[in-house]
Structures are given as structure tokens and as C-alpha cells.
């Protein structure tokens, strides 16, 4: 079992739009919703299962207010499942 480190972000992917950050799950601060956005380019996703579609990146032009979203609430919304957990490295058998 993964313990996931809070102090993580929530990684879900790699941005296809710059291929040049991470995309991480936010939480609008003003209506609770989880979006998906790329730390470089801000472009914005309101599902992960588009991740790998630039073409379906909202407008950054959105007004989001960031928030680091609680764990219990992606867990919830089932998006979990696209987290990136970082175990590779560690597994030394
Ligand atoms: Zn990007």
C-alpha cells in the first residue's frame, strides 16, 4: 500500500499542451470543484480523462481561485485513480 505524502502535489500527467509541467488537480476555492491545470501554461481541464487532449483544455481564460484540493475530495469525485504515485525510485529488491 502507497501512503500518499501530503506535501505532494497532486500530479495527474504531463502537459501536452507545453510539454513542459506537470498537470495537478486544483480546487476552485469559490465553488469547491476540482479542475485539472498545467503548472507551466495554466491551461485547464475539468475532467482528467481528457488530460491527454490538448483540444480539450478549457480557456485559460477562466476565473479560477486556486486551492490545494483535500485528498477525501478526489478520492470522492473517483480521480484518484490518475494520480501519478512516485514509487519507482524506492523499490530496491
Ligand atoms: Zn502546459
Known sequence: MNLFK???EFKVGWCPICNQ???VIIMDADTGKLFVQC???L???DNPRDLKM???????GIDLIED????EKIAKEGWEQYLITEVQENSSM
Open 6 to 8: 501530503p506535501e505532494n
Open 21 to 23: 509541467g506537470w498537470q
Open 39 to 41: 503548472e507551466e501554461c
Open 43 to 45: 491551461s485547464v481541464w
Open 54 to 60: 490538448p483540444q480539450k483544455a478549457l480557456s485559460n
Open 68 to 71: 490545494v484540493p483535500p485528498y
